[in-house]
């Protein structure tokens, strides 16, 4: 059979091409709503009875209490929806251009858009750019479960009042769409900073997971968003500080460090890695694992820069992040504790590594900025409302910004992280490669009335692993494929691995989920980045 996949250059090392064999089916994923397509900027038209609206949403701010409006959002109309404004930092008394929270089902609890009920809109905050959240978001999202961005236009009473940035919100219907059920333990890592707390609960912990011995001390510390599982978020923490060995039982290995990998490439210190440990969200799934989901990105990049006690990184300090960022630190056992471990570590790197050959070598995140602020620039430069000038907006990708505190030229930093990453001794081994074989792209092949996969690895592979779970399912189950000729792998000894998978009978007409994962001493290589929102997907005749 004729190759069909051309080996990936390196140091490139994830292949997204899937091709359907005989009988098989390829279920792709389910067409996502235009709410929050990238590439399309949305419209929300809101109707409000009221011509100081701007003083009676200040007013309900400190409520959180919604407004009853009528909005049409994307053409579509509710009439019993309601509004208000959000955010924190990013929220100002008088400002006239304050974040938004929209409910569209206000009064009529049936009321949905593609089934989202609610609206979260930024405002950009700290990101002349205004491509920040975006962009962040887009790249999160191929390789952890998390939420989606793009642009949207507001206007009220006819008004055009800017830009705004539209963020999926962290809710009910995002829990069932990802994990299957909304009811399980459900907390945020939101440190309250205001307040005084008891003498014996830990100074300046904030969200950063640590055990604390009084259990009341969690509350200032974390926001449960569900009606109960304090008992929970305590177990996670206890594990991490008596049983590191066992965190895997309780936390999700793989969407953890994903989302440390992320924050460190991408500079994302307003997050567990920086001074607060906040800005995540943890949904304990089906299988009793916390699973973190990442949150409020408009400071990634570089613009936040504390990691600590310390003052204030510099912009060059900032850019030269060690990937061992806190790996001593006890107070961030999340971090710590994980690193501690070889396995973990080792993962932990490879996954930092792909993304930096991803996204930021040869430039590819910089002309994504360049992209989106072409998309959004008429509507940029008609936004009198704006927290930034349009002329601000032109030059932030290449010139800091001056402001309260200076803001980073974004393309500027990645060019540097991305030379920093690339020449730093923890990444720069070439992890094994993931590819096909004969054009069997990480297929089912029906032989003897029983299936295998095969694949092939480059650079050295010494191990390779086949994940998977059938369709409905959490858990993945893990079979460690072999390269002894034996196993449908060709030749002992070529790279070539292979496992017998299901007998004929047993599996039909069932879909399965799968990645395959390859190791060799310095790191790890996936079939696909994306396995935990997007996994190879196949159904048996």
Request: hydrophobic residues 30%.
């Amino acid at each position: 059979m004729k190759n069909l996949i051309n080996k990936p250059p390196l140091p490139k090392t994830l292949l997204l091409i899937f091709v359907c064999l005989g009988c098989l089916t390829f279920n792709g994923n389910a067409q996502k709503s235009d709410l929050y397509s990238i590439d399309k900027i949305g419209e929300l038209r809101i109707n409000l009875p009221h011509s100081d609206w701007r003083g009676i949403l200040d007013s309900l701010k400190v409520y959180e209490d919604y407004l009853p409006a009528s909005v049409t959002l994307n053409g579509k109309s509710y009439e019993q929806a309601g509004v208000r404004y959000r955010g924190s930092s990013s929220f100002r008394l008088g400002e006239k251009k304050n974040p938004w929270g929209v409910k569209l089902n206000l009064g009529d609890k049936e009321a949905n858009y593609d089934g989202h009920t609610t609206l979260k809109l930024s405002n950009g905050y700290r990101d002349p750019s205004m491509v920040r959240e975006v962009l962040a978001y887009e790249i999160a999202n191929q390789y952890m479960v998390a939420p989606r961005a793009n642009f949207m236009r507001v206007f009220v009473n006819g008004q055009y009042e800017g830009l705004y940035i539209n963020i999926e919100p962290i809710d009910k219907v995002f829990l069932k769409k990802h994990y299957g059920k909304d009811d399980g333990t459900f907390v945020k890592g939101s440190p309250d900073l205001s307040s005084s707390r008891p003498e014996e609960c830990l100074k300046n912990t904030y969200s950063a997971l640590e055990y604390e011995a009084n259990s009341d001390c969690y509350a200032y510390n974390y926001e449960l968003k569900s009606s109960e599982g304090w008992d929970d978020l305590i177990k996670l923490t206890k594990t991490l500080k008596d049983k590191p060995s066992q965190t895997g039982s309780v936390l999700n290995m793989d969407q953890t460090l994903w989302m440390l990998a992320f924050n460190n490439v991408f500079m994302n210190l307003s997050s567990y890695t920086g001074l607060f440990s906040h800005n995540y969200y943890l949904y304990k799934d089906t299988n009793g694992k916390f699973n973190p989901i990442i949150w409020d990105l408009n400071m990634c990049f570089g613009t936040f820069r504390k990691t600590g006690k310390e003052k204030r990184l510099s912009f060059k300090e900032v850019q030269r992040l060690s990937p061992l960022l806190h790996s001593n630190n006890s107070t961030k056992p999340l971090i710590s504790q994980i690193l501690n471990n070889d396995t973990y570590k080792m993962r932990y790197f490879s996954m930092m590594r792909i993304m930096v050959y991803d996204h930021l070598h040869n430039g590819k995140l910089q002309k994504r900025a360049r992209d989106l602020q072409k998309l959004i620039d008429n509507d940029v430069k008609n936004d009198k409302n704006n927290l930034y000038d349009y002329q601000k907006f032109k030059i932030s990708l290449y010139n800091n910004i001056k402001d309260k505190r200076e803001i980073p030229a974004l393309n500027k930093m990645l060019e540097e992280r991305d030379d920093f990453l690339r020449k730093n001794k923890y990444l720069t081994f070439i992890p094994p490669a993931v590819t096909s074989v004969d054009g069997d792209a990480f297929g089912f092949i029906n032989r003897e009335g029983k299936y295998y996969i095969r694949a092939k690895a480059d650079n050295i592979a010494s191990k390779m692993f086949l994940y998977y779970r059938y369709s409905g399912e959490m858990k993945y189950s893990r079979m460690a494929m072999s390269d002894d000729g034996q196993s449908r792998d060709k030749r002992k000894g070529d790279s070539i691995f292979g496992i017998y998978f299901g007998k004929e009978g047993e599996v039909s007409g069932r879909t399965v989920e799968f990645y395959i994962r390859a190791e060799n001493a310095k790191g790890s290589g996936y079939s696909t980045s994306d396995f935990l929102v997007r996994p190879h997907r196949m159904t048996f005749p």
